[in-house]
């Protein structure tokens, strides 16, 4: 990763319609090294929820949009306090100079763009170096420091006292779990953090085929064999080792030797693995059962990922049904849009509008996805540059920003309920 390149820019969320979205970015691409545009908007009504879960530097919001900006901007101030608001405008004039940080013309240079972005952000970047005093993940703007100065191990991880737990998840078989898995805990190794990665697809789990680990011969039902209680030296001699430092604990390398893994069990392995690592990436099966919910019951994220595929979606709106029934609040789940496809079946707006729910990332499809399975690195260490690790960058800073919570009382009551339904 070109680190020195990404610690510098500027983080910039462009909302406008298309095609003007097209030659903002365009524009913005000529100063990549000064600039990142970490999300384009084309829906008026995404801005504000984008702005709270991107936190950008700079809000580049045009009024072809259609959102008031002096409303935009009360509520940019509660959502994301030190996003700055430039606007592009049809009309120089009226009350928007007043509001907003930055004004230009919708047929303002990519020069024009830059100076403005750059002004308005130029007290704020040498702030952005320091690492955020809460959190042990570097977000994107600590990422520099932290990379080139990975944190010594330590027993207690997190700053509340347990590592944040990531549950990577889809109803639907292919929409690319295990590849964003994979590339999120390599991503967030590569910035210093210490990262387990749990392979709960327990019948026909691939990360070890991802990461290149297939020779490591312990597994997890290895551990689970010795009951719910966990040897935690144990653990630590099963965990394999990638090539860029996440431990990953591997799933079974035949399938009926997934029925060893309890659910108590699965729970002592993770409660141990927050003990010792700032992250732990659970990657799941293509369905739901007892043990996967005992995950959804205890992480602090879930990454739901979808393709672009009708029925795809269709699996993500029913699982965003059952994560709200289980009690889950939508502020820990993210949707994560992969395309797994050259071709587009809908844009990224109509899965939003269709599942009512806000788009972390949308990863575009990678024709060189198959070449880095089989170099066994991820596409962040392969291919630092493409869209797709551009892409995959949002869900690490998201990651990194995500505070480790506590799982909520009616959170685990919901689920044990779950868990009644799907134990064996
Ligand atoms: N953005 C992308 N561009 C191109 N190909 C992709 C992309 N994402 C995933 N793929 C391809 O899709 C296939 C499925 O990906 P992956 O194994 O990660 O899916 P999964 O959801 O984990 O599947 P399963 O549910 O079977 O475990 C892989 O062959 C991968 O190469
Ligand atoms: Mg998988």
Redesign the pocket.
């Known amino acids: 990763m070109d680190r020195k390149h990404r610690s510098a820019a500027i983080r910039v969320a462009v909302a406008a319609p298309f095609p003007e979205i097209v030659r903002v970015h365009e524009g913005t691409a000529e100063y990549a090294d000064e600039i990142e545009v970490c999300a384009m908007i084309s829906s008026a009504d995404a801005v504000l929820e984008q702005a709270r879960l991107l936190q950008p530097d700079v809000l580049l919001l045009s009024d072809g949009l259609g959102a008031t900006p002096s409303d935009t901007l009360a509520r940019l101030g509660a959502v994301a306090p030190s996003t700055r608001l430039v606007m592009l405008v049809a009309e120089a004039g009226g009350d928007t100079p007043v509001i907003a940080d930055a004004v230009l013309r919708l047929d303002a240079s990519a020069a024009e763009m830059r100076a403005a972005i750059v002004a308005v952000t130029g007290g704020q970047l040498a702030q952005r170096a320091a690492p955020a005093a809460h959190s042990r993940v570097p977000t994107e703007s600590a990422s520099q420091a932290q990379a080139a100065e990975p944190e010594p191990g330590g027993e207690e991880a997190g700053a509340h006292g347990h590592a944040r737990t990531v549950l990577v998840f889809s109803g639907k078989g292919g929409v690319g779990?295990?590849v964003v898995a994979t590339n999120l805990a390599t991503a967030l190794a590569l910035r210093g953090a210490r990262v387990a990665l749990v392979d709960l697809?327990l019948q026909y789990g691939?990360v070890g085929v991802l990461l290149h680990l297939e020779s490591h011969p312990i597994t997890i039902d290895a551990i689970t064999q010795q009951g719910d209680a966990v040897d935690a030296a144990a653990l630590e001699d099963a965990l394999a080792t990638s090539e860029h430092g996440v431990r990953v604990l591997l799933a079974p390398s035949s399938p009926e030797s997934s029925d060893l893994v309890s659910a108590a069990g699965l729970e002592a392995i993770l409660g141990q693995l927050s003990r010792t690592h700032d992250v732990v990436v659970v990657?799941s099966p293509p369905h739901l059962e007892e043990r996967v919910v005992g995950v959804m019951e205890v992480a602090d994220q879930i990454l739901l990922v979808s393709s672009f595929g009708i029925t795809s979606v269709k699996d993500a709106k029913v699982t965003l049904r059952l994560l709200q029934s289980l009690g889950i609040p939508p502020d820990r789940v993210a949707l994560v849009v992969n395309q797994t496809r050259p071709r587009l079946t809908f844009s990224a707006e109509e899965i939003e509008r269709t599942l009512r729910f806000p788009i972390l990332s949308t990863l575009p499809f990678e024709p060189r996805m198959e070449e880095t399975i089989e170099s066994g690195r991820p596409m962040v260490v392969s291919e630092p540059r493409s869209g797709f690790s551009r892409q995959m960058a949002l869900i690490v800073d998201h990651v990194g920003r995500a505070q480790a919570v506590s799982a909520a009382p009616n959170v685990r009551h919901q689920a044990a309920r779950w868990r009644l339904r799907f134990g064996r």
């Open positions: 779990k295990s697809n691939d990657d």
